[in-house]
């Protein structure tokens, strides 16, 4: 990783602190607090030696003296607890707000965007590598201001006793913080490697486990074995790089500070030997300056020591806001809701495109140019092939893609419009049925009061009653993740209960049976085709069966609208549609 970049993450990391700023001040203070009273706790055993050897002092004169002794490790083992405390809850509430950054921006981002990468990376983001935030401001940060204040405040303690001990560990203590970079700088950019061969092995290991019935089928079982202990020798290699580098930076701080220690015990012992005379401002030199020294020279490289212990914690930070910065600022820059008008028509929904050139994330061009019309009510079923850009224009009106040209609601552009307000007007039923919620109930309902008598209607209407009396608790069962003991079917009808509860103007329908047995897809198809006669309707659906009865059809290829009318028009004219409805009989592949 480049310099530069590791010093805008650094400055993204620090930016973050905002929300925690209380918590990291208050470990800070805790940890200068306990620092004094390791200076106060060495002075007071340096005189307790002191009388005990030179002055060989009767017991009742230090036991005092003993008594604040250990009344300061009493004291310094509650700080230290107290601040453990206090940086962890910072840490916390850091951690809380990334992830709810994370979150916010893929809800603005929408499904289009999310299904570019697996879903185990997404995981790695959200969990491992904003995990790994919480010792940089729990413990690296503080400790960056205690490895300045303490040292400084020790020399201010020796210099008056002895200059040429405090002149030993000034000329020294630099060392440590120029090795400690040199070492982290690469630390850094190993676990920014660590993290990213996480993220294709959690990736790669969801999406396998997903399909182990393909695999499976396929015979190709063994052969993905393999490549999963691959990653896993892969990513067991850099992560023991990281901890070589972790040991290495702290056999550089353990010698340096070993050996400016044992300086400052030679210079005192060949004092006592009566070899060296400078350093005590012409005086004798006692046995108090030496014992307090050597106490608080441990002491002084104590911090740049815990500082270089955390500095892992530094790196590891870095590593994993890499993608997370990348991830937060890549984003088109999605406007607020504070900036945008309020939208709440008084009439019923008018859509007009013109010039729809429908983008990917990347810029890359899914569909368009576009131009149509939809009017309030009408009922319109969208077909072609597979790529057409069928589901590339649902996910522009869904406001999921960005798009150039114009899309108009009402006469206001869709991107000007927020997308909380937008999507209170609209229901929507996928492929796929996501049930995000605890229980049936709870699903269905998305949050809303009605009347018992109301939800048994939508029940009977989407065809849940027919296999809810099978559940062991009805609608309060626990469907669990990925609606666990459910068929998709039986998943796709309570989705298609949800959106016909819901109060909306437009109803967008991406191929809601394509997933479904006969029977599932007879009953989803029913409620949805009563459905649609209540508002505005946009079908996409790879099956022929029963358009005759849809408003009007809009047939796309390449990405564009290519033929439109209705069922009478385009099956009494040579087209598109004719030659569809000719070779596919009824099923459009």
């Known amino acids: 990783m480049e310099k530069k970049r590791q010093q805008q993450l650094t400055r993204w990391l620090r930016q973050q602190r905002a929300c925690a700023r209380p918590w990291t001040t208050l470990s800070t203070l805790l940890g200068l607090a306990s620092a004094l009273l390791i200076i106060a706790q060495a002075w007071l055993l340096a005189t307790l030696m002191h009388h005990l050897i030179s002055e060989q002092q009767p017991r009742a004169q230090w036991l005092s003296t003993l008594f604040l002794l250990l009344l300061c490790f009493a004291v310094r083992a509650l700080l230290s607890w107290l601040r453990e405390q206090a940086g962890y809850r910072a840490g916390e509430q850091i951690r809380r707000a990334l992830r709810k950054q994370v979150l916010d921006r893929l809800q603005q981002s929408g499904p289009a965007w999310i299904q570019e990468k697996p879903v185990g990376s997404w995981a790695s983001l959200l969990l491992e590598q904003t995990e790994e935030m919480q010792d940089y401001y729990a413990r690296y940060l503080p400790q960056m201001t205690l490895a300045v204040l303490i040292p400084g405040l020790i020399l201010l303690v020796i210099f008056p006793v002895n200059w040429a001990a405090g002149l030993i560990l000034l000329a020294t203590a630099p060392l440590i913080p120029l090795f400690m970079a040199l070492v982290g700088m690469g630390a850094a950019d190993a676990n920014r490697r660590n993290f990213l061969a996480l993220a294709r092995l959690s990736g790669d290991f969801l999406d396998r486990l997903r399909g182990l019935d393909t695999l499976r089928l396929f015979h190709r079982g063994a052969a993905e074995t393999r490549a999963i ?11 023991m790089e990281v901890l070589r580098l972790a040991f290495l930076s702290s056999a550089v701080l353990e010698f340096f500070a070993s050996v400016s220690i044992a300086i400052v015990a030679v210079y005192f012992g060949f004092s006592y030997l009566g070899e060296l005379h400078f350093g005590h401002y012409g005086t004798s030199i006692t046995l108090f300056a030496g014992f307090l020294a050597l106490i608080l020279a441990p002491e002084f490289f104590q911090p740049l020591r815990d500082l270089g212990t955390f500095y892992h914690a530094k790196a590891q930070a870095v590593g994993a806001a890499d993608a997370l910065h990348t991830f937060l600022s890549s984003q088109p820059e999605v406007t607020s809701a504070e900036d945008k008008p309020e939208f709440s028509p008084d009439r019923p929904l008018q859509i007009d495109a013109s010039g729809l050139m429908i983008m990917a994330p990347n810029g890359t061009l899914l569909a368009g140019p576009l131009d149509f019309s ?8 969208l077909v072609g092939q597979s790529g057409a850009g069928k589901s590339s224009l649902i996910n522009a009106l869904l406001g999921f893609l960005p798009y150039q040209g114009s899309l108009r609601i009402n006469g206001y552009e869709l991107r000007d419009l927020p997308r909380r ?40 209407l989407a065809g849940v009653d027919e296999f809810l009396s099978r559940l062991p608790l009805g609608l309060e069962h626990e469907m669990g993740d990925q609606a666990v003991g459910l068929s998709v079917g039986q998943a796709q009808r309570i989705a298609v209960a949800r959106a016909l509860l819901k109060p909306r103007q437009l109803l967008l329908l991406d191929e809601p049976g394509a997933s479904l047995d006969a029977r599932s897809e007879q009953h989803v198809m029913r409620a949805l085709l009563a459905a649609s006669q209540q508002q505005t309707t946009l079908l996409v659906t790879h099956q022929l069966n029963e358009l005759a009865q849809w408003d009007e059809i809009w047939v796309m290829r390449d990405g564009q609208i290519i033929q439109q009318g209705s069922w009478q028009q385009l099956t009494s004219q040579p087209g598109p549609f004719a030659t569809l409805l000719t070779h596919r009989q009824g099923d459009i592949a």
């Not at 202990?229 to 992560?239: G, K, L, N």
């Not at 939809?374 to 079923?381: E, H, K, Q």
């Open 229 to 239: 202990a691959a990653a896993s020798e892969d990513f067991r290699q850099r992560t």
């Open 374 to 381: 939809l009017s309030p009510g009408r009922r319109v079923a």
């Open 421 to 460: 307000d937008w999507h209170q007007l609209l229901a929507w039923v996928g492929q796929n049925p996501h049930l995000p919620e605890r229980t049936v109930r709870e699903n269905v309902l998305n949050g809303q009061r009605v009347s018992a008598a109301r939800l048994q209607e939508i029940l009977a």
